[in-house]
T-cell receptor, first 113, second 109 residues
């Protein structure tokens, strides 16, 4: 099983550029999440999707949009990247929303210059 | 005050040593607790859940102290492969999942 697949692994953007991070899971999980991880801070929730067709804001949603394309896929879009969005991004999934047993993708290292 | 606090370390211990980490949480209504392991430049992976009665998985023991609002992770007979950052995760209910910043462990030959 691939688990949670996340692309790309690395990306460098210029301020103002846009990009979409892709995430897919093959575990038939209902809930999916996007987190960012910054030095000295715990993982922070950007957006989540409790189930197919629903999305909700997390702790730090500003500057991001998401799409739950189907049960497997959950994408994160930066419409106009800013240096403050330089971070490592992780997609995750779980069978039950908020249960704490998350499966993470391998992460995307994003630098915004 | 942070929802979850951990000593960042680093903890440098020799192979075979026993090491323990604590993690404190601020919300007394928190319902479930977990330890994750994160290797350098990798994704977090669930290590174990923490039950009220405490639980053990091989060399790893997790305990919960609700009265003092902390959870602990004990690693016995440390191996080089245990070197990683250990994240404390607390579920305060209603999809309020809080991650600690992690405690870094280095096991030295």
């Amino acid at each position: 099983n691939a688990g949670v697949t996340q692309t790309p692994k690395f990306q460098v953007l210029k301020t103002g550029q846009s990009m979409t991070l892709q995430c897919a899971q093959d575990m038939n999980h209902n809930s999916m999440y996007w987190y960012r991880q910054d030095p000295g801070m715990g993982l922070r929730l950007i957006y989540y999707s409790a189930s197919e067709g629903t999305t909700d804001k997390g702790e730090v949603p500003n500057g991001y949009n998401v799409s739950r394309l189907n049960k497997r896929e959950f994408s994160l879009r930066l419409e106009s990247a800013a240096p403050s969005q330089t971070s490592v991004y992780f997609c995750a999934s779980s069978d039950i929303l908020g249960q704490g047993k998350l499966f993470f993708g391998s992460g995307t290292q994003l630098s915004v210059l | 005050r942070k929802e979850v606090e951990q000593d960042p370390g680093p903890f440098n211990v020799p192979e075979g040593a026993t090491v323990a980490f604590n993690c404190t949480y601020s919300n007394s209504a928190s319902q479930s607790f977990f330890w994750y392991r994160q290797d350098c430049r990798k994704e977090p992976k669930l290590l174990m859940s923490v039950y009220s009665s405490g639980n053990e998985d091989g060399r790893f023991t997790a305990q919960l102290n609700r009265a003092s609002q902390y959870i602990s992770l004990l690693i016995r007979d440390s191996k080089l492969s245990d070197s990683a950052t250990y994240l404390c995760v607390v579920n305060a209910g209603a999809n309020n999942l809080f991650f600690g910043t992690g405690t870094r462990l280095t096991v030295i030959p």
